[in-house]
DNA sequence: TTTATTCATCGTATATTTACGATATTAAAT
DNA sequence: ATTTAATATCGTAAATATACGATGAATAAA
């Protein structure tokens, strides 16, 4: 983009953006759930959910591994996927702290 | 993208996805959390803060307005922004209700 | 061993995002 | 009336993201 700014802000604001941006698509969104909802973890199931071919699926399981939201392993001629707990859970409070204090600062809205 | 899938998801995921994606720039994370601190509402002293363009700033202020984050009025030769709470607080709770039911799931991780 | 299956990766086309300077607009200040 | 100040918008360049088909790699099945 012309120029990469995003590093030239806080730390904390980068972490927060990332965790947004690992969720700013609807099929993101879509394989986060079906993760959490099966305690087993899925693989090639998630390309027959979605309305997406197999190779883009794989795309995005790779940006949520990226994020960190995510982790997997090969499993015979199959991948297994699943949430990566800890640092979902570490997102999970980040963001939640960032919305809170939001909701804290709920005044009137002079706009 | 060669052809646009995002709306094949569930309206809901794509809701997420949308409040997701109005938070996936550190600099509209900033932006935020700069409205949120000043319960009288800024205008062109978040330009000073940050490290762009005026011009710049004023393209993220209008993304967050049409994720309906913000809103913004017209004060003088100054412009006045300042958080939609109502909007706000709909996305942060619709988000929350995300975060939270994948922490029930939380389980054990196979993989 | 050959074949089929499951998936990751590569190459590529197109769309979107990010960033800036230049310019337009509007109102305040002179 | 002119100038200055504050912003929004336009045009544009470069970077990323999205999507797919084709291909490759690795294992299981035949």
């Known amino acids: 983009m012309a120029q990469n700014k995003k590093t030239d802000f806080s ?4 972490e927060m953006a990332n965790f947004a941006k690992a969720l700013s698509h609807p099929a993101r969104v879509a394989i986060i759930k079906i993760l959490a909802e099966q305690n087993s973890c899925i693989c090639g199931e998630i390309v027959e ?13 790779k940006e949520l591994q990226l994020a960190g939201l995510v982790k997997g392993t090969v499993d015979g001629k199959k991948s297994c996927y699943c949430i990566n707990w800890e640092t ?5 409070q980040q963001f939640n702290g960032l919305l809170n204090s939001l909701n804290e600062r709920k005044t009137f809205s002079c706009c």
Do not use: E, F, N, Y
């Open 11 to 14: 730390g904390i604001d980068q």
């Open 49 to 61: 959910v979605l309305p997406l071919a197999q190779s883009t699926v794989s795309q995005h399981l």
């Open 88 to 92: 979902m859970q570490q997102s999970i």
